[in-house]
């Protein structure tokens, strides 16, 4: 499965992640277009958009809350784990879409979250912003200027955070490899990455278990789950910077 890898590994300085949904998918947290994904029984439109969270702050509110307390009892897998152990040989920056903060759990210390995260909150008025504590009683929470508050990610139509964007361009242009796990690749901007890395000549490898809109744009594609293929391939990593 790896021969190609095998002949390419020169000592990659720079490696640059960009995570989606199925890198957390083994640890318990459905994606949202997989097979079991989240947007197979909830309507997107319905929950990601800023117009239906004024719709109906209270049914958001209370997804996100669910989804909340599923990602707080979930760990890191092997693949969070191995990409955090890859620190110890190389520059490793993680792009992730994920909201769950797993990354960050299994001691990756360059993460950019692309889609903000699950355990933030922020006023739809004003700039106030803090970290959840603890669960609300009443949903939706209301700021103290008096508007309600909403969970910190990106929904459909808005713009993801100016900065964090700015550097992901920036890491996904300067690295000498990408490796693009768990992502179906239909969002955007997240899914123009690739291409800046490519502009960059930096080889691209995809580990999903079903193809990707940008399967041929990859310089290697790896068919299985990346609990089962990350660590593998951080080992070869290891021994090439021996
Ligand atoms: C495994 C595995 C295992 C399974 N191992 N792999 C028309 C109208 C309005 C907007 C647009 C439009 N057309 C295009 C747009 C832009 C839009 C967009 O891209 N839409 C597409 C769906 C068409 N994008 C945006 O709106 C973005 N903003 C933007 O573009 O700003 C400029 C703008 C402004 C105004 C108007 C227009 C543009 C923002 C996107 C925000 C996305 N938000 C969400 C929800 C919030 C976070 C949350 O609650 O969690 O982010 S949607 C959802 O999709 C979530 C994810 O981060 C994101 C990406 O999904 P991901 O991670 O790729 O998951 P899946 O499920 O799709 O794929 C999982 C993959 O894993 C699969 O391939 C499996 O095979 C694989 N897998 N198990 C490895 N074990
Ligand atoms: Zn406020």
Not at 102 to 113: I, R, T, Y
């Amino acid at each position: 499965m790896f021969e190609f890898i095998e002949e390419q590994i020169t000592n990659f300085k720079k490696i640059v992640f960009v995570t989606g949904a199925g890198i957390s998918q083994e640890s318990g947290i459905p994606t949202f277009r997989g097979k079991d994904g989240l947007w197979r029984n909830h309507d997107a439109m319905k929950l990601a958009t800023i117009d239906a969270f004024y719709d109906n702050p209270k049914l958001v509110w209370e997804w996100y809350n669910e989804r909340r307390m599923n990602i707080f009892q979930a760990q890191p897998n092997a693949g969070h784990k191995a990409i955090a152990e890859l620190e110890k040989y190389a520059e490793v920056v993680v792009l992730t879409q994920n909201i769950d903060g797993l990354h960050q759990k299994a001691g990756s210390s360059k993460v950019l979250e692309l889609h903000g995260s699950i355990v933030k909150i922020k006023c739809t008025v004003c700039n106030f912003k803090e970290e959840i504590l603890e669960e609300f009683s009443d949903v939706p929470p209301v700021c103290k200027c008096g508007n309600i508050l909403r969970p910190d990610v990106v929904w459909f139509g808005e713009s993801l955070p100016q900065d964090v964007w700015q550097n992901a361009m920036s890491f996904a242009n300067s690295c000498d490899l990408m490796i693009i796990a768990g992502t179906s690749l239909v969002v955007s901007p997240a899914n123009t990455l690739p291409m800046y890395a490519k502009q960059n000549n930096a080889i691209l490898i995809e580990i999903n278990p079903e193809n990707t809109e940008m399967s041929e744009d990859m310089g290697l594609v790896i068919r299985s789950t990346s609990a089962k293929v990350l660590p593998e391939l951080v080992s070869l990593f290891k021994k090439s910077y021996d």
